[in-house]
T-cell receptor
Framework: GAGVSQSPSNKVTEKGKDVELRCDPI?????LYWYRQSLGQGLEFLIY????????KSGLPSDRFSAERTGGSVSTLTIQRTQQEDSAVYLC???FGTGGRSPGNTIYFGEGSWLTVV | AQKITQTQPGMFVQEKEAVTLDCTYD???????LFWYKQPSSGEMIFLIY??????QNATEGRYSLNFQKARKSANLVISASQLGDSAMYFC???????????????FGKGITLSVRP
């Protein structure tokens, strides 16, 4: 498709299990972002990839969270030993470049992966 | 200090009337971009409008316009001729442009709930 694609759309997992969330950005977009949104809350930045630069991991809440981006395209967010407080929607987004004034740098979001830890 | 501030409580507007959603921001970077997103109950984040800090004119996109007051650091969203489908959460966000090309994540406000009354 033409948009940001995320999978799974819904995931229920038991506390202590590991989960992997996948994001396929818009073709040609070099920047990829992961955000987390808890119920009724705003968006919390997790991690940002831009081309071959070192990712900005400043938003990862603990060392149980990690993410990688292979070949500059698809990204996987991994949560190890899940806790109930990890329950949230995990949103992936992508854009061209890192900034500038062009509307082409608009950031587009996927529909999110709804994670429930029971 | 908060980068993006959205302090209005839940907003209500009569169908076909205009409504303004407030957003103030804080940055010391001269180059930045401001975004508004709509999040309906389905959860997806829908891009509405973008304003660059160097743009001379206020951005407009159909029924959406951005009242950009740079000196006041405000970027209010104006929705004209409200429709029932406009009922949603609205998020203001900012991306600071760092010349090294790194660290240009999108920072979000906490959002405003808009309800359109028939």
């Amino acid at each position: 498709g033409a948009g940001v694609s995320q999978s799974p759309s819904n995931k229920v997992t038991e506390k202590g299990k590991d989960v992997e969330l996948r994001c396929d950005p818009i073709s040609g977009h070099t920047a990829l972002y992961w955000y987390r949104q808890s119920l009724g809350q705003g968006l919390e930045f997790l991690i940002y990839f831009q081309g071959n630069s070192a990712p900005d991991k400043s938003g990862l809440p603990s060392d149980r969270f990690s993410a990688e981006r292979t070949g500059g395209s698809v990204s996987t967010l991994t949560i190890q030993r899940t806790q109930q407080e990890d329950s949230a929607v995990y949103l992936c987004a992508s854009s061209f470049g890192t900034g500038g004034r062009s509307p082409g740098n608009t950031i587009y979001f996927g529909e999110g992966s709804w994670l429930t830890v029971v | 200090a908060q980068k993006i501030t959205q302090t209005q409580p839940g907003m209500f507007v009569q169908e076909k009337e205009a409504v303004t959603l407030d957003c103030t921001y804080d940055t010391s970077d001269p180059s930045y971009g401001l975004f508004w997103y709509k999040q309906p109950s389905s959860g997806e984040m829908i891009f509405l409008i973008y304003q660059g800090s160097y743009d001379q004119q206020n951005a407009t996109e159909g029924r959406y316009s951005l009242n950009f007051q740079k000196a006041r650091k405000s970027a209010n969203l104006v929705i004209s001729a409200s429709q029932l489908g406009d009922s949603a959460m609205y998020f203001c966000a900012m991306r600071e442009v760092v010349r090294t090309g790194a660290n240009s994540k999108l920072t979000f406000g906490k959002g405003i709930t808009l309800s359109v009354r028939p």
